[in-house]
């Protein structure tokens, strides 16, 4: 297991807020074995990239979860 800052701990937190967005178009009902390969590299880009945001507000001083709003 990796030792999360307290930095990376809100930038996944902050990246939730995309991560959740996608599942509802998606549909929250479909089951993680039935999403498409398009489908798990779109949450797996949302992730990172709503999580790369994040990092980079945290860097400049900014509020985190303000980056994925």
Do not use: N, Y
């Amino acid at each position: 297991m990796v030792d999360l800052t307290e930095q990376e701990q809100a930038a996944i937190r902050a990246a939730m807020r995309r991560v959740a967005e996608t599942m509802a178009e998606i549909g929250w009902d479909t089951r993680l074995q039935d999403l498409t390969e398009a489908q798990v590299l779109t949450l797996i880009e949302v992730a990172v990239g709503g999580f790369q945001e994040a990092m980079a507000k945290i860097a400049r001083g900014e509020p985190a979860w303000e980056a994925v709003l």
